[in-house]
């Protein structure tokens, strides 16, 4: 006897009769047609329920993938906020960083132009030799100085390219996830608003490379002239 769990008490019931109906009236001749219409109904009636198990099974395997996607996606949107918390955390820092930085370089800025202006008065020093040659010392040393913070300059904007990288990725993430829309485009412009950030920082730290790079080939050729 076949039995059908996920149908109602007494539609599985009728069944069940249909069953036994056509096992008793198999014997009689007379009954050949109930017979027959019977085993029809019950082809049918079985076919259509195992449609309707197969659909029971299909649906409660979706729900719990879904619900299994729907934890995967919270704890994905934990790591996403603690990241956003970390990116923040180090952007700021990289923010202190660069003013304290840029500070520096003003200053070395300062220490250029003043050795700049003694050049300028070289010629009241040609005969005095061992000046000339603390001069020169100098003028390598600053030149030493200018390539190590250039140096110093492409890590950082290395660093910046990765962070920017890292927050595409997570935005592509966010974008990809399905769930809560309001949620997921909150997410989505916080990580629009520190791209945006994090691509001024990153032409601020080019165009930092390109004013270290021209002032340190004046001061190379300069060197050899």
Avoid at 67 to 96: F, G, P, Q
Wanted: proline content about 0%; aromatic content about 2%.
């Amino acid at each position: 006897m076949v039995s059908f769990p996920h149908v109602d008490a007494d539609v599985s019931s009728q069944l069940q009769q249909l069953q036994q109906l056509v096992i008793r009236d198999t014997d009689s001749v007379d009954g050949e047609s109930a017979v027959k219409e019977l085993q029809t109904q019950l082809r049918d009636t079985r076919a259509r329920l195992e449609e309707k198990e197969e659909t029971i099974q299909r649906m409660e395997k979706e729900r719990k993938m879904m619900k299994e996607n729907a934890e995967e996606m919270k704890e994905d949107i934990e790591m996403l906020k603690d990241s956003h918390k970390v990116i923040m955390e180090d952007k700021n820092k990289m923010a202190i960083n660069f003013e304290e930085k840029q500070k520096e370089y003003d200053e070395m800025s300062a220490k250029y132009e003043e050795l700049i202006g003694q050049e300028g008065e070289g010629g009241k020093e040609e005969g005095e030799g061992g000046k000339e040659e603390e001069r020169r010392k100098e003028e390598v040393v600053e030149v030493e100085a200018l390539q190590r913070r250039l140096t110093e300059s492409e890590a950082e904007l290395n660093e910046v390219k990765m962070k920017l990288q890292e927050v595409k990725f997570m935005e592509t993430a966010c974008q990809e996830m399905s769930g809560d829309k309001t949620q997921m485009e909150n997410e989505i412009t916080t990580l629009r608003s520190e791209v945006d950030a994090l691509k001024s920082e990153l032409e601020a730290k080019s165009r930092e490379i390109d004013v270290l790079s021209e002032e340190l080939e004046n001061k190379l050729d300069e060197k050899d002239g």
